[in-house]
């Protein structure tokens, strides 16, 4: 038996078998062992791995979640990431299996051809893993090694500048794109995943129709089936997004009838529903189409989607009460899909304050949306910087609803018009106000509505008298800027005689914001009733000078609205809106060079017929101004901040000369400084150094000149014209006095005279400052605190908490705080300039301006104000001076309220910024 087995061994096997068992014990550069390895190679590993990322593909494709209210990602990839934290790929037994055949073909298979593939599989499984700068080592070696290979070359291209996008380096990939792109072109196959890939940058880019060509030929070209899929909704969705409605639509209903996912199936035929709508126009059949896919039992869990789609087409439609009715049902209905709640939430609260001008419900819409949306959602911030400003818009909407409603009123005819007021206040003392439900139409058929109408569309039709929240809010701040208040002729007065604060006591000080429902034991007295009418005629815009002023802030909170849109929104198509609008109602205002020139720049690129028409309209009317000459010369904006920055040192030079006694200096540089640009926000400025140069070298005939030259020349300058006012009614009080004198202002020292009584100061903690002694004439300015020590002083923060550090709770003490991002710069002249427009505005306020400085900033604070209104009150009337004030480049500084406990806690640039931050949401 054995000698027959030993006949029938097939010598081939025995062949195999030696060949095996060379191979494993050797690794030679020879013909047979070059066809071995390429063997094993390619049978063993290569097909395997190939086998194994197959599988891992598949169950990712189970697991993935795409987010069907954006633009789906070309591959099943994660989003970019911002901040790249290194963390260890996590361990996957496929992945983790394809790498150790890859490493075993480079080790065991070195002269095998398959070397190149075994780099791309460790390349492709970290990239898998999540290990990108990793995988881009590989694909980059790759490359660079296998260059004359051109589909290998390619392919190691396309992925590293995948790996890039991960790592959010977008320029970077761009470039390996562009060069991969250019051998692309003798490539005949195999070409659909870098196409692909290059689609994905062009939505990054925002570059849509770039992108819709590129996916359209990899489509076409494509051996996956399953990416073909998805890249064909992507293009759909591309397309909807460009409003190539047809062409979506198209792609849609593929889609739709392909073997899709059944998750983007539904959302492709819901998309394709809602596209075929819009291309009949506009029509919408709530019993068919959209809502029948509620009837079927696997559509349960997106119920929420179909009525969101329901709402977005009654709102295309204009029926806005409908759109909203579906909105909120779509909220009802989300119990798992948070990004389509907080969706419908933006959806309820943009149709509140946009169409409806209910802003109090508007807010609350916008604070629910932040608080669910992701933040990787792609309009996030500005969703946000919406619900945080949302006050800043409501309150010049109410101003032009209350002008108008004034307005109104005020062009009755006088035997109607008292008679109008009363009935409407009685009506509003006896409706319940506790509920705020938002603007009302005007709803008394007596009253003219069409005259009405035509003074109040652009607003909505918006009442101001019939806005409970807006009413609130007006005796809310009434209260607050001036207390409580008797209903009295002079109400303003702030010194009363006895008799008029014993009947205010007596009276009870009732003020307006007491008004109570008449069903409730509180009601109105008729006494109160008469005065709130009195006082409401008397302040109707009567006369054409009033109604000027009435129409100028109409004028400025339509232009303030449209800016903040623009400027901080970035909703150019809303801050047009808005412009048009307040063209459409005063053709002619003094807003009209800055209208017209950032309707240029809106539609620039959108709609060139009409930019160029804005253009041409500042150019012809308004030549002289700073629009014209930046559509002129675009470098005119930086020659002009050179120009402010040589006018500031000049400036600064003129004053280091008065800190030096230099007078004479002072005169000359002052004289030679207005004569150059008397139109300059600092000649004022420039002729008080002189002013108070002159009187310190002459008597006080010189003084009293310069003094009334200032008054005369500069009646509207609010930093220095209020001081020398002061200064001069001080002169007068004291005139023989000054006449005495052998110079007008004797050199300063702690006994001198002042011209203003100044109050005692307050006590503070200790801190490292620099106080001004708050004088009328100020003496030379002490150097810059730098005394380690006192830094240390400052309240230590553990820099490792949270930005919740800050707390919003009522403080007893506020600053104002002027941040100066810059350690260098000498800020002597900026603090002068503080204590003027202090002594000036709030001679008889305890104010002081102290200096702390930072590692890399510099505070300049003003103290003290018990209340948070007293400190925006302040800000209201500084902000607007902080230029002429400031005397360092724009950029550097900001300013803002802040606690004083807050205030101890800003110890570095960080903390100040993480509070900035802070801010959006408390105080401001």
């Not at 096997?13 to 191979?23: H, Q, T």
């Not at 429902?517 to 000078?545: G, I, R, W």
């Not at 209104?869 to 902000?879: F, H, L």
Request: net charge neutral; with cysteine.
């Amino acid at each position: 038996m054995k000698k027959n087995a030993n006949k029938n061994l097939n010598p081939f096997i025995l062949l195999f078998s030696s060949l095996l068992i060379y191979g494993c014990v050797a690794n030679k550069d020879t013909t047979i062992d070059r066809r071995f390895q390429n063997l094993t190679a390619r049978y063993n590993y290569i097909y395997n791995s190939k086998v194994l990322l197959t599988e891992h593909n598949e169950s990712l494709l189970q697991s993935y979640t795409d987010n069907y209210e954006k633009i789906l990602p070309v591959y099943l990839d994660p989003e970019p990431q911002v901040n790249l934290v290194l963390t260890p790929g996590v361990a996957n037994k496929q992945l983790d299996e394809v790498i150790t055949k890859g490493q075993t073909i480079i080790n065991d298979k070195s002269f095998s051809n398959y070397i190149d593939d075994a780099y791309m599989l460790l390349g492709k499984a970290n990239y898998l893993k999540r290990n990108y700068f990793i995988a881009s080592e590989y694909f980059d070696y790759t490359a660079k090694t296998y260059s004359n290979d051109l589909k290998t070359f390619i392919m190691a291209m396309n992925w590293k500048a995948r790996s890039q996008m991960e790592l959010n380096n977008m320029v970077f990939a761009d470039k390996i794109l562009d060069t991969m792109l250019r051998a692309e072109d003798l490539l005949k196959k195999d070409l659909a995943e870098p196409l692909a890939t290059t689609a994905q940058m062009r939505i990054y880019q925002k570059r849509n129709k770039e992108a819709i060509l590129l996916l359209e030929n990899a489509v076409r070209i494509g051996d996956d089936k399953q990416l073909r899929i998805r890249w064909r909704y992507i293009l759909a969705q591309l397309q909807e997004q460009e409003n190539d409605l047809q062409n979506a639509f198209t792609n849609y209903t593929k889609v739709e009838n392909s073997n899709a996912p059944f998750e983007m199936y539904f959302h492709a035929n819901l998309q394709r529903i809602k596209l075929k709508a819009l291309i009949s126009g506009y029509k919408v059949d709530e019993d068919t189409a959209l809502l029948a896919l509620l009837k079927d039992d696997k559509n349960f869990d997106y119920t929420d989607q179909i009525y969101y789609q329901v709402g977005e087409l009654f709102s295309k439609e204009g029926n806005f009460t409908k759109a909203e009715e579906n909105y909120l049902k779509s909220i009802q209905k989300s119990t798992k899909n948070q990004t389509q709640k907080a969706l419908s939430y933006l959806r309820v609260a943009d149709l509140n304050f946009k169409e409806f001008n209910k802003y109090i419900k508007a807010k609350l819409y916008y604070d629910s949306t932040v608080t669910i949306l992701p933040k990787n959602f792609i309009d996030y911030d500005n969703i946000v910087k919406k619900a945080n400003n949302l006050q800043y818009l409501t309150d010049r909407f109410t101003i032009i609803s209350r002008e108008d409603t004034a307005q109104a009123f005020a062009k009755l005819p006088l035997s109607e018009r008292e008679a109008r007021v009363k009935a409407h206040f009685t009506k509003k003392v006896e409706v319940a106000t506790a509920s705020i439900t938002g603007n009302q139409f005007l709803d008394n058929p007596d009253f003219p509505n069409q005259s009405l109408n035509s003074a109040i569309s652009s607003t909505g039709n918006t009442f101001y008298f019939n806005n409970n929240a807006a009413i609130s809010n007006g005796f809310s701040d009434f209260k607050k800027r001036w207390g409580n208040r008797q209903l009295e002729d002079n109400w303003r007065q702030s010194t009363r005689s006895s008799a008029q604060e014993n009947n205010q006591v007596m009276s009870g000080g009732k003020v307006a914001n007491e008004i109570t429902p008449a069903n409730e034991a509180n009601t109105q007295t008729d006494q109160d009733q008469t005065s709130l009418e009195k006082q409401f005629l008397s302040a109707l815009p009567t006369t054409p000078e009033l109604m000027l002023a009435s129409d100028q802030k109409i004028i400025d909170a339509y232009f303030e609205i449209a800016s903040f849109y623009q400027q901080e929104l970035n909703d150019k198509a809303e801050a047009n809106k808005i412009y048009l609008i307040l063209l459409s109602r005063y053709p002619e205002n003094n807003h009209l060079a800055a209208i017209y020139y950032s309707l240029y720049l809106n539609f620039r690129g959108i709609d060139e017929n009409k930019s160029n028409e804005y253009k041409q309209l500042v150019l012809t009317k308004y030549p002289q101004t700073n629009f014209a000459k930046t559509l002129l010369d675009p470098s005119y904006s930086a020659k002009q901040s050179e120009l402010e920055n040589i006018s500031i040192n000049n400036y600064n030079v003129t004053f280091d000369a008065y800190a030096r006694k230099d007078y004479p200096t002072v005169i000359n540089q002052a004289n030679i400084n207005i004569s150059a640009s008397p139109e300059n926000g600092l000649a004022p400025q420039y002729a008080y150094l002189k002013a108070i140069a002159i009187g310190r070298t002459s008597k006080l005939d010189g003084l009293l000149k310069e003094f009334n030259s200032i008054n005369t020349n500069y009646p509207n300058d609010m930093i220095i014209t209020p001081l020398v006012r002061d200064h001069l009614k001080y002169i007068e009080a004291n005139l023989e006095e000054f006449k005495q004198r052998p110079v007008a202002l004797i050199d300063f020292d702690s006994k001198e005279p002042r011209f203003v009584s100044q109050a005692k100061p307050i006590a503070v903690p200790a801190k490292p400052l620099n106080t001004d002694i708050n004088a009328a004439i100020p003496a030379v300015e002490k150097p810059k605190v730098n005394d380690p020590e006192k830094v240390a002083e400052i309240k230590p923060v553990d820099i490792n908490k949270p930005a919740s550090i800050f707390s919003d709770a009522k403080s007893e003490e506020y600053y104002y705080v002027i941040d100066v991002a810059d350690a260098t710069l000498t800020l002597s002249s900026s603090r002068f300039g503080i204590g003027q427009f202090n002594r000036g505005n709030y001679p008889d306020n305890d104010l002081a301006h102290k200096l702390i400085e930072l590692d890399n900033d510099q505070l300049i604070y003003i103290t003290s104000f018990i209340d948070l209104e007293d400190a925006k009150i302040y800000e209201s009337s500084i902000s607007g001076q902080l230029k002429n004030i400031m005397k360092v480049p724009a950029s550097l500084y900001k300013g803002f309220i802040i606690s004083r406990e807050n205030f101890e806690k800003l110890t570095n640039r960080q903390r100040i910024n993480e509070y900035l931050e802070f801010l959006k949401d408390s105080y401001k």
